[in-house]
């Protein structure tokens, strides 16, 4: 990875390399290991962005900030009787209320976390009225099965309020004769899996970073890219 100065003509560059035992050799000219060089490494990414661990003891003092500078939100959480981490859920008070003015076609979604306990972040995405992509709400689950998933599409029944009469008859007719799964063809005139694919490309190293650090990354970025950012 090369930095480059902003101001024109100026030659200032950094020059990072993931070459983390090479790099850290030739710099103290002494040899190293590499699970040395590594555990030194998560040391100082330990002290700058804190650890896995305390990311997830952060989560409940993350949800009320959340909240608290975002009235209207809608943010839950479980924990087992012994407070280990299972789910979370997350939707800004903006796409509640945008969502009122997006086509009724929801794209859901898995992506696999990186960071050293792994789990899954969940999302519901949509298009707005101008044809671009309109992320709804995101849920970290520690694994993805039918009882994540469950639980992701109850919270997100929250949010799809006013067309549940909607949702109702879809689901009294069977899912045969509109789910996209049984559809050979661009049912709707919307590419849901292109919708899918966007978040995955768009935030490939979010998902290495702990928790708090991860959602609070994602929430940046799709607030910036409802605003044109």
Same mark, same amino acid.
């Given at each position: 990875?090369? *930095?480059?100065?902003?101001?024109?003509?100026?030659? =200032?560059?950094?020059?990072?390399?993931?070459?983390? @035992?090479?790099?850290?050799?030739? =710099?103290? *000219?002494?040899?190293?290991? !590499? #699970?040395?060089?590594?555990?030194?490494?998560?040391?100082?990414?330990?002290?700058?962005?804190?650890?896995?661990?305390?990311?997830?003891?952060?989560? &409940?003092?993350?949800? !009320?900030?959340?909240?608290?500078?975002? &009235?209207?939100?809608?943010?839950?959480?479980?924990?087992?009787?012994?407070?280990?981490? @299972?789910?979370?859920?997350?939707? /800004?008070?903006?796409?509640?209320?945008?969502?009122? @003015?997006?086509? +009724?076609?929801?794209?859901?979604?898995?992506?696999?976390?990186? %960071?050293?306990?792994?789990?899954?972040?969940?999302?519901?995405?949509?298009?707005?009225?101008?044809?671009?992509?309109? @992320?709804?709400?995101?849920?970290?689950?520690? !694994?993805?099965?039918?009882?994540?998933?469950? =639980?992701?599409?109850? #919270? /997100?029944?929250?949010?799809?309020?006013?067309? %549940?009469?909607?949702?109702?008859?879809?689901?009294?007719?069977?899912?045969?004769?509109?789910?996209?799964? !049984?559809? +050979?063809?661009?049912?709707?005139?919307?590419?849901?899996?292109?919708?899918?694919?966007?978040? %995955?490309?768009?935030? +490939?190293?979010?998902?290495?970073? &702990?928790?708090?650090?991860?959602?609070?990354?994602?929430?940046?970025?799709?607030?910036?890219?409802?605003?044109?950012?």
């Amino acid at each position: 990875m090369i *930095l480059q100065c902003a101001i024109e003509n100026c030659k =200032w560059s950094l020059r990072a390399s993931c070459c983390i @035992h090479g790099d850290r050799s030739s =710099w103290v *000219l002494t040899s190293i290991s !590499y #699970q040395k060089a590594w555990c030194a490494r998560e040391a100082v990414l330990n002290d700058i962005r804190k650890s896995s661990v305390e990311s997830y003891k952060m989560l &409940p003092r993350f949800a !009320y900030i959340l909240e608290l500078n975002n &009235p209207s939100s809608v943010v839950e959480y479980k924990v087992d009787v012994d407070s280990r981490f @299972h789910y979370f859920f997350m939707i /800004l008070s903006v796409f509640t209320s945008g969502w009122q @003015h997006c086509r +009724p076609v929801i794209s859901i979604d898995g992506t696999s976390m990186e %960071n050293k306990y792994g789990g899954t972040l969940l999302s519901a995405s949509t298009s707005n009225v101008n044809d671009q992509i309109f @992320h709804l709400a995101f849920c970290v689950v520690d !694994y993805e099965n039918n009882s994540s998933w469950t =639980w992701f599409c109850n #919270q /997100l029944k929250r949010i799809i309020d006013g067309r %549940n009469k909607v949702v109702m008859e879809l689901e009294s007719i069977g899912f045969a004769k509109w789910s996209r799964a !049984y559809s +050979p063809r661009r049912r709707y005139n919307v590419m849901t899996t292109n919708i899918s694919e966007s978040l %995955n490309s768009a935030m +490939p190293k979010a998902r290495e970073l &702990p928790i708090c650090l991860m959602l609070e990354g994602v929430s940046k970025f799709v607030v910036a890219l409802s605003l044109g950012g």
